[in-house]
T-cell receptor, first 115, second 112 residues
Framework: EADIYQTPRYLVIGTGKKITLECSQTMGHDKMYWYQQDPGMELHLIHYSYGVNSTEKGDLSSESTVSRIRTEHFPLTLESARPSHTSQYLC??????????????FGSGTRLTVV | GENVEQHPSTLSVQEGDSAVIKCTYSDSASNYFPWYKQELGKGPQLIIDIRSNVGEKKDQRIAVTLNKTAKHFSLHITETQPEDSAVYFCAATKGSGYALNFGKGTSLLVTP
């Protein structure tokens, strides 16, 4: 059972609105990530965080922002939604510890439609 | 960013046959290679992974092989079952860090 939660699951919103997609995990993971999944299923890294007060942009240019004030919470905000933001957004976290590359646990995603 | 290429994009096999999905990566510093299975309406789930100091790993019907010299790794599913039908993603670390680059996915269909 997943210990990473994304809300809402589905969201339809008008152009120009500000929205925040929520992501929380109860596993104590330091590392958290946001991916955008396009209709062709490809996953694009848009933001990541390696700990509190640490955030980085990913490879895909994004008009979103993130914050990491608490270990368990990693919200994604769109200041002004546009139809081009319509997509599935997936949040993930990974295990802390020595070395690198521990497997992700993904949330179930938020499917965003901007009309 | 660094690329992970995945082939084929679609794969159809009969129940009981084997399925093989192949990936290549370009970042020579990548050191961890997980595979994910995504079912409709769900987030991807880790099914098997391999580190750069290992050549092969097996877990029941699933195995992964890694050739670091050639920068490619493969997923092998034996004795496929209809419930194996899903989209499968390979991934590789961005350098020696924690973030992952994903392949474009393979849609596997196992027909009874």
């Amino acid at each position: 059972e997943a210990d990473i939660y994304q809300t809402p699951r589905y969201l339809v919103i008008g152009t120009g609105k500000k929205i925040t997609l929520e992501c929380s995990q109860t596993m104590g993971h330091d590392k958290m990530y946001w991916y955008q999944q396009d209709p062709g299923m490809e996953l694009h890294l848009i933001h990541y965080s390696y700990g509190v007060n640490s955030t980085e942009k990913g490879d895909l240019s994004s008009e979103s922002t993130v914050s990491r004030i608490r270990t368990e919470h990693f919200p994604l905000t769109l200041e002004s939604a546009r139809p081009s933001h319509t997509s599935q957004y997936l949040c993930a976290s990974s295990e802390p510890g020595q070395g690198s590359g521990y497997g992700y646990t993904f949330g179930s995603g938020t499917r965003l439609t901007v009309v | 960013g660094e690329n992970v290429e995945q082939h084929p994009s679609t794969l159809s096999v009969q129940e009981g046959d084997s399925a093989v999905i192949k990936c290549t990566y370009s970042d020579s510093a990548s050191n961890y290679f997980p595979w994910y299975k995504q079912e409709l309406g769900k987030g991807p789930q880790l099914i098997i992974d391999i580190r750069s100091n290992v050549g092969e790993k097996k877990d029941q019907r699933i195995a992964v092989t890694l050739n670091k010299t050639a920068k490619h790794f493969s997923l092998h599913i034996t004795e496929t079952q209809p419930e194996d039908s899903a989209v499968y993603f390979c991934a590789a670390t961005k350098g020696s860090g924690y973030a992952l680059n994903f392949g474009k996915g393979t849609s596997l269909l196992v027909t009874p």
